[in-house]
Structures are given as C-alpha cells and as structure tokens.
C-alpha cells in the first residue's frame, strides 16, 4: 500500500488548525488557556470536551476520547488514519502526492477504483431509474411508498430501482466508456455458462425487476447492492445480494452504518436489526442510531465496527420463535467482543418494520425503551420457560446460560448474571458456580477462546489468584486507581489519599487478573515514575533547564538509552531520543499524530490536564508549584522518584531470596546488598525530601 511522504504528513498536521477543524463539528468557548464544548462523541449537559491549541490536541473529560487533530476526524468520521490525513489536506487545499507505488501495488490499487467506480455508477443509474422511469416509478418506487418511505428516506439511502430487463444496466455502462469486466468483478453483471461449466461468452444483469439497496462502507462509497424482487415467484429468491469482491465482504460492512455512525455516537447505543426495511423505517421515524446484518450471521468484523462507535449494543428481535433461537448464536458474539448486550422482543408476527407502522414513531420508542432487558437476562427467562417441566431440558438449558455467560469479558458482569442465573433456576448459585468453573476449564472452552475467568469455591466469590482461605466471605477488592490517579496522588497526595481512594472505591467480589497477566504487568509504582519522567519530557522537550540544555537532552543524558521498563513507555522513549538526536525535539503536536493508535493515546494523555490553576490563587499570594517555571526541579524530582522505586524493587528481591534456603557466603552476599541498598535508598529519600522541599 502506498505511503504519504513524512514530510508532507508533516505539513498537514502542522497547517491544520484544530480549532478550525474541531469547530466544523462543535460549537468551542473559551475558558481559561482551552476551549470547551459538549461532547461530538457522547451526549452531556455540561461541556467536558477541551481542545488545547497550543498543544493541537482534545480530550472529553467525560468519555475519554482525546488525540490530534487527525484522530479527531479519526473519532467523528469513522475513516483510518490516511483518510483522515486526505480529508484534512482537502480542507487546507494540500495536494497529496502518495510514494510511488510498485507496478503491483498500482495494479491493484487501480483495480479496486475501477470497481468502486462502477458500483457509484451503478448506483446513481438504479436511483435515476427508480424516480425518473415509469416502470420505476409504477413498481419500485410504488413499493417503496407503500411500505411507508417518503423521498427524503429513499433519497438519504439512495435507494433504485433496476428495470426488469436482461441488459440495461450492461448496456447503459457500456455506452458511457465503463468496462465490462470491472461489471463482472462486481457482480453487477453475471457470465452464461454451459452445464460443463465453460462459458458460453453470454454476460447478463443480475438485478433485474428489483428495488434496489445500495451497501456503503464506512466511508459512504457502494460496495454492493441488496436487492428485493416484487414478482410473486417461489422458485425466485426475494432477496439477492452482490457477491463477495474485492471492494465487497459482506463480514465487515453493516447496512446503513454510513447514514448511522454519527447517531449511534451520540446516543451511545446500536440498534441492530436485520432487514434493510427494517433500517429505513426506522430511520425515517427518528431512530437513527440504527444498522442491519442484513440476514446474514454477525460476524466478528461486523462487531468490531459496532464497538468503533459504542460499546452498546440493543439488539431487536421479530417476534417470531424459530427466529430469535437461531439470532442467539450471534448474540453471544457480541458478548464476547465486550459489548452490553440488551433486547427487545417485538409481539409474535411482527418485526421492527411492521410494528413502528403498526404504532407510529413515538410509541415504537416508548416500547423499545421500557421493553429492552439484558440479554442474560432474557435469554435465562426464554430457556428456563421452554424447559420449565423437564429436569433433562433444564439442565441442558442452564449449561446453554453458562457458556454465554462465559463469553462476558467483564468479571464483576460475569458475577451479576450468575446471582441472576440462580433466581430465575431456582438453582443453588454454589452449584452455578462449580458447574461454570468445570464449563470453562473444559477443552471446548480453551478451544472456543473467552476471557473468562473460575470462580473461588465460597457461593457468589470470585477467585483473586491467591490461595484460599478459611474466610467465609471473599476480602473486598478495590477498583484500581487509574494511572492518572495514581500519578497524581503520587505528585501531590501521598500514600494516605491514595489508601483513602482505594478504600473508598472497595467493592467485595471484584475479580483479579489472572496470574498470567499479574506477571506480565509492570508493577504500579514504576510504572507511576516512568509516565511522569515520560510526561516532562514529551510536554517539555524544549524548554531549557539550563542555558543552552534543554529538558529532553537533560533527561535522556540523565537517565540514558533504555531506562523504562514499561514496555510501551520504552517505545515512546526512543521514538523521542531518536528525534533529538536528529536534531528535534519531540514535541506533543508532532507525536500524537503517530500513525499507531497506542501512542496517539498515550501521547494525548500525558498531555492534557483536566483542571487549570484559578489566577485567583496567584493574585491571593498563595504560592503553587509550577513545572512550566521550574523544568529542572521537576525534572530532578522525577529521576529521584524513578532511580528510588529502582532501588526499592532491588531491595524487595533481595528479602524474597532470603526466604529460600542459602548457604552462609550467598546469605552474607545478600546482606551485604540489602545494607547497601537501604544506604542508598535513604540517600535517595533524602535528596528527594530537598528537591521537593525547595523554595522557589
């Protein structure tokens, strides 16, 4: 795939005013160094999304999306980095000169514009038909009207019509210079074959006397067409999709997500349904937060797509039994990948189409909003209701609740449903519990993936990776500070407000990570140093600690070339130590356009602040620390801080050691390294204690 020069992903960055780009979205008012406005990615009634133009960086306070100026259109378009870049070089008139690409790639490349080309053509050529043409006009667009949709809908989703003809379409493509082949790779058209298979050199429509759904990408270009016959046939499918090609996977494309995406943020809900009817009714009576499968199973790509925009998900199910098992399936998919699952169930013989027809707009929300439950909840009450009778159905029904159960990421949700598994069984929810552990410690399980974890022995208890206990109730977990927390109480709290924090956040039958991941994780207060060391020096690279020195080259000749343990930490500490010594410095503006998502994040975060400090306190004398004025005190408190959690980890294994049996001369050796380390370790306390206690 063929690249943007670096210099000129540059020069797009550093024209593009976020200020200007953001404000295309939202409203910005100033306050203090930053402007604020509600939140483009999640509704609030009180502004947290702050832009700092200084730093060309946003961040919502309330939702957590934050970045640059290329992740913001990132966030509110749904599009990937280098559709980003495009979009913010078509607004500043930059014209982009992709690297050259290898014969191949070029190839390739002109391959799939060319079948895009022709499904817009396609497309525009179905819409012009179906409102321009009196067999459209009669059929297709007298179908439309009957079931409800008005101009508008049909214009929005650029819905047509294809005329119940052998080559219209060929011909008409043909006659404006397009390519037959690219019709071909499409599916636009099909090739006559002989029974042996061979081709027969005959090529024909494949939409032929049909009312016409154009499928957008993400993007909004067609990919693909979904199209309903209105002959009464049963030998004819109703519905005819395009096949799969090179611009067209139906398991990652959702109908209507194009027209959806921005609603489905701010609402903070997907709708997902499973007609393209369904989408359109919907939408047209306010609901527009809405998306289809379009009849096939959900795929995890579809999931992913979903989980871009919101992390919930309300699934509506046609009231109809044999339907809603087989829809089951797929529900679980969307546990699995980490979304909130709720239903709504629709009365028997109607779907989401026929029922807001059935009621009107305002009560199809009023039903979906005091009908929907957690999918748990509603797949427990289905099951238990169909094997009330039958001890054999009931337990094979309970298993059924398990395994989805099992697919919920999320602990503490794993715990809940459970307790609710029980009371809706009359199951004892200890028995729940050693039937979920046998359940995911199975070798289906470990096949089937999950992230799901055993449960400890004592009813309603979660396993917290240590050993048992004889403690009738499990010890109350505490929510892990967040790394800001952690920092902050770190910087300007001390231990106690921290324990006070974690105390306060305590919640009885969190479940712990797994011991694979304990080890793998670095442990916290290293982990607090290391992101303030990297903070100082990716917010302060260039100011001066010292005549000619500046505050990057003070901390990478202070602390050297590998010195974080963290491994993305280590990462961004190259990326910038490589920057000096090209002779820049690696500024926060430049940095959190990184084409990696992980380092945008990072970036973004250690560069925005939630609070600004009232000038009121300045001009009441109340002195505040400020690291923008003194870079070197705040540079030498954080290589102290980071050089003792060193000192203090090497001190902890040298008391592990000394629990294992040792012979006299390794026992001395330890000692003697416990006594050095605890003479440093005090140093360290000790320049710390001046450091932070120096007066400006």
Not at 340 to 366: A, C, H, M, W
Not at 554 to 562: A, D, H, K, P, S
Not at 658 to 673: K, N, Q, T, V, W
Request: glycine content about 8%; proline content about 4%.
């Amino acid at each position: 795939m063929a690249r943007i020069p670096k210099e000129l992903v540059d020069h797009i960055i550093q024209t593009a005013d976020i200020v200007e780009v953001v404000g295309d979205f939202v409203q910005l008012k100033r306050k203090g160094q930053n402007l604020w406005a509600p939140c483009p990615f999640h509704n609030e009634k009180s502004p947290s999304f702050s832009v700092n133009p200084a730093k060309s960086l946003y961040k919502c306070f309330g939702c957590g999306k934050a970045g640059g100026v290329v992740q913001f259109v990132m966030d509110v378009e749904g599009t990937s980095y280098v559709e980003a870049l495009k979009y913010l070089a078509k607004k500043y008139a930059i014209e982009i000169q992709e690297e050259e690409k290898t014969p191949q790639q070029q190839l390739e490349q002109n391959e799939r514009d060319s079948q895009f080309i022709v499904s817009d053509f396609a497309k525009s050529h179905y819409h012009r038909l179906l409102l321009n043409s009196e067999e459209g006009m009669s059929i297709g667009y007298g179908y439309l009207k009957e079931r409800g949709l008005n101009l508008s809908t049909i214009q929005t989703f650029e819905l047509g019509y294809s005329l119940d003809s052998w080559d219209d379409l060929m011909k008409t493509a043909e006659t404006a210079g397009y390519q037959k082949k690219y019709l071909e790779k499409t599916g636009l058209i099909v090739t006559k074959t002989d029974d042996q298979g061979h081709d027969t050199g005959r090529r024909y429509d494949r939409f032929r006397g049909r009312v016409m759904f154009p499928i957008h990408n993400i993007s909004g270009r067609v990919v693909g067409f979904g199209a309903r016959t209105l002959k009464r046939d049963d030998k004819m499918a109703k519905y005819l999709n395009s096949p799969e090609s090179d611009i067209y996977h139906k398991s990652d494309v959702l109908y209507g997500l194009f027209q959806a995406r921005q609603a489905i943020r701010t609402q903070e809900v997907c709708y997902l349904v499973e007609g393209y009817l369904d989408v359109l009714s919907l939408y047209q009576g306010g609901i527009k937060n809405v998306v289809a499968s379009s009849g096939t199973s959900l795929t995890e790509g579809q999931i992913r797509l979903i989980k871009r925009y919101s992390d919930n998900v309300t699934v509506l199910y046609d009231g109809d039994a044999a339907g809603i098992k087989a829809s089951l399936r797929g529900t679980d998919l969307l546990l699995e990948g980490g979304l909130n699952v709720r239903v709504v169930l629709f009365p028997d013989g109607d779907d989401p189409d026929s029922y807001i027809r059935k009621v009107g707009d305002q009560r199809f929300t009023e039903y979906i909003e005091t009908k929907s439950q957690d999918f748990i909840s509603f797949k427990t009450t289905l099951v238990a209701r169909e094997a009330s009778n039958d001890p054999v159905k009931k337990a094979e029904a309970i298993r059924d609740v398990l395994h989805s159960i099992a697919k919920v990421p999320d602990a503490i949700k794993r715990q809940v449903f459970l307790q609710q598994t029980s009371g809706t069984f009359g199951i004892d929810e200890q028995v729940l519990i050693t039937e979920y552990n046998k359940l995911v410690k199975s070798p289906a399980k470990a096949a089937g993936g999950g992230n799901a974890g055993n449960y400890g022995s004592g009813a309603g208890s979660a396993n917290t990776g240590f050993p048992p206990s004889n403690r009738s109730t499990p010890p109350a977990v505490a929510r892990p500070l967040s790394d800001e927390e952690e920092a902050e109480m770190l910087m300007y709290g001390g231990a106690e407000a921290a324990a006070e924090i974690q105390a306060g956040n305590a919640f009885s039958g969190a479940v712990a990570k797994s011991n694979a991941e304990e080890e793998e994780e670095t442990p916290d207060m290293l982990k607090v140093c290391e992101r303030e060391v990297l903070r100082l020096l990716v917010l302060y690279a260039g100011r001066e600690v010292d005549p000619e020195i500046s505050v990057a080259a003070y901390l990478i000749g202070q602390l050297g070339e590998n010195p974080l343990q963290t491994p993305l930490y280590a990462e961004m500490w190259e990326i910038c130590r490589q920057e000096l010594l090209a002779g820049r410095f690696p500024e926060a503006r430049l940095l959190a356009q990184n084409e990696r998502a992980d380092i945008r994040n990072l970036i973004t975060d250690l560069a925005t602040e939630r609070y600004e400090i009232s000038p009121n306190w300045r001009t009441k004398e109340i002195y505040v620390f400020n690291e923008v004025d003194l870079p070197k005190l705040a540079c030498d408190n954080a290589v102290l801080r980071l050089n003792k959690v060193h000192v203090q980890r090497e001190l902890d294994q040298c008391l592990e050691r000394l629990r294992h049996p040792l012979e006299d001369a390794e026992m001395f050796e330890i000692l003697g390294d416990i006594k050095r380390l605890k003479e440093l370790d005090n140093e360290l306390g000790a320049l710390l204690g001046t450091v932070v206690g120096r007066s400006a």
